[in-house]
């Protein structure tokens, strides 16, 4: 077997494969053990928690149906609020790992090309450290544009328009329609929806870029207690919003 020339190949095979499953497996598993995952409901920072507040204003009726209505008293309005947020988040990377959004976008500026010229802030491991990323939704294929920093890059209503048929929003676009994200209409979102949606403007929430274009504009939700939000979750922008009147 030594001295036949498949024998060494197949050995030498074996031990390349043996030294990959080390390095690529073992090592970084016992590398990363330890480190701290955040719980979604810790990712719920000041500038998802607008774009939750505003799919309330602009789609009251059927925010009203998914989660009911809030909670009078400031204090519990506000924890009821994050934690709708966050089964919204759960949800809305469900709905995004079931409708095989990853076929068509990723999540992943990489170092090459510029990217971050188009797409914002090339990327970074610590942004990948939580439940929402579990397992990673970097992608291969860019049939569409990447995602990772699309969060306030466009209106809720946007979104809602554009899964409800693509094509009224960019000609001859190749993404599917979603109309069971819907009750028949744009202006409908149904749970899928109001998630998907809710997800999308999270991604990149955390990041200082954020919003990129949509101008915030007062909450919809009286007294909306930006300060529930601790101040460590909040992005410079948030805080910068907070600081001009
Ligand atoms: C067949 C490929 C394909 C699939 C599947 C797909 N998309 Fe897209 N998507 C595209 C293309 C192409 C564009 C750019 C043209 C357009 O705006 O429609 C796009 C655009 C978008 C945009 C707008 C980006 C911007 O700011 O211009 C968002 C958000 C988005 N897709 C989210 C999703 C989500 C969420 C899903 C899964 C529910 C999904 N896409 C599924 C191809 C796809």
Redesign the pocket.
Known sequence: MFESKSGILGIAGLAFFGIAFLSNAVIPMLMYRNLPEQKAEQLINANVRYQFEDLARRFPAAFEKTYGSPPAETKEREAWLNQKCADALRLGRK??IA???????SQFVRPVSNEERRWGAVSASPEYANELQRPVMFGTRR???D?CR?GG??SSD??AV??FR??D??AK????E?PW?FDGAADKPNARGLA?IT??QWLGSWHETYPLYEQYEASPLQDMQVDAVPAAQQSPATQARKATP
């Open positions: 709905v995004y409708e095989a959004c990853w076929h068509c976008h049939v569409g544009p995602l699309e890059r466009r946007w979104h554009h899964f693509p094509a929003l960019s676009s190749p993404m599917p979603y994200f998907i997800y999308i």
